[in-house]
């Protein structure tokens, strides 16, 4: 497997999410309860998985080696991927005020569904245009040698289980919220 290889999956996983919280968004719009352990499991999933490790591997790993290759970094697609990861953050700064002490979760909804539109615009960004350049630029045996370097970070980051935990909770959120 190919650093890109799992990237792409992990954007699999986390498009998932969005789709989850989209659903949820909906429902805390009409007034609808959405139990409060479920947002905070989403966004333990958006801040551990998906900003800490998964923008960890491209913002430690993948784009250091792009700009050896001669991709530069405050400029062009690494320029904007690292704009729009800190302007994430800043949604999921403001979900987590939302939810901090407050019973009605609809202030939840606003950064919710501007972070949906982010993630999933520069996760389409990052598939069909970073990555075919990445691999262009630093070939397979580099993207292969890159998986193990990502395979150690997620462990250092997140620890032993975490993810296998996240799937879990996407699994279980899929089967409560989204279609078959």
């Known amino acids: 497997m190919t650093a890109t290889d799992d990237l792409r999956a992990e954007h699999a996983g986390i498009?998932?999410?969005l789709d989850i919280m989209q659903v949820l968004s909906t429902r805390l719009e009409a007034g609808e309860a959405v139990p409060a352990d479920e947002l905070l499991g989403i966004l333990d999933f958006l801040i551990t998985f998906a900003d800490k490790c998964h923008h960890g591997k491209e913002e430690d790993i993948?784009?250091?080696a792009l700009e050896s290759a001669g991709m530069p970094r405050d400029s062009g697609p690494i320029g904007v991927m690292l704009h729009e990861?800190?302007?994430g953050r800043g949604h999921i700064r403001e979900?987590?005020?939302a939810l901090a002490g407050n019973e009605?979760?609809?202030a939840?909804?606003?950064p919710a569904l501007n972070y949906i539109e982010l993630l999933t615009q520069h996760i389409a960004k990052e598939n069909n245009v970073l990555f075919p350049m990445a691999e262009r630029l630093l070939g397979v045996p580099t993207l292969t040698a890159m998986h193990d370097d990502f395979e150690l970070l997620e462990k250092v980051?997140?620890?032993l289980g975490k993810h296998e935990a996240f799937h879990w909770l996407l699994d279980d959120l899929s089967a409560k919220y989204l279609p078959a």
């Open 15 to 17: 498009l998932r999410m």
């Open 62 to 64: 993948l784009f250091p």
């Open 85 to 87: 990861h800190t302007l």
């Open 95 to 97: 979900m987590e005020t």
């Open 104 to 106: 009605n979760h609809r």
């Open 108 to 110: 939840f909804v606003a």
């Open 157 to 159: 980051r997140i620890g």
